[in-house]
């Protein structure tokens, strides 16, 4: 569902599908993934890497997404695959991934108040 029906929008090295849907009060509000391609990257200890530097970034940087979605009363689903080819220094990813997150900020705002 995330990769058919979900948006999708670049940041390089970053290429992010997301579905944002009504808050169930059950589920947690943000739930995040990373894949990095095997094809570029043979050895799992690069893969891993590179997940573990993407992993931190995006917990460091998560919280005033999970606040909005929170008061606005919407879930997201996330996905982020790197994209890149060469192995990436964390400030790198840290840049990437905080446009992603101001790019998903806008995108829940503006849905929140369309659905107002």
Excluded at 17 to 29: I, Q, R, T
Excluded at 30 to 48: H, M, T
Excluded at 96 to 105: A, D, F, H, N, T
Aim: charged share 25%.
């Amino acid at each position: 569902m995330l990769f058919r029906q979900g948006n999708h929008f670049n940041v390089f090295p970053l290429r992010v599908s997301y579905v944002l849907s009504k808050a169930n009060p059950a589920d947690e509000p943000l739930q995040f993934g990373i894949g990095v391609s095997g094809k570029y990257f043979k050895r799992a200890v690069d893969r891993n890497r590179i997940k573990r530097l993407s992993r931190e970034s995006w917990r460091l940087q998560k919280n005033d997404l999970k606040k909005i979605l929170l008061d606005k009363q919407l879930n997201m689903v996330l996905f982020v695959v790197y994209t890149g080819r060469d192995m990436p220094e964390y400030e790198m990813i840290s840049q990437s991934m905080s446009k992603v997150i101001e790019k998903l900020y806008g995108v829940a705002n503006e849905t929140a108040e369309a659905n107002t």
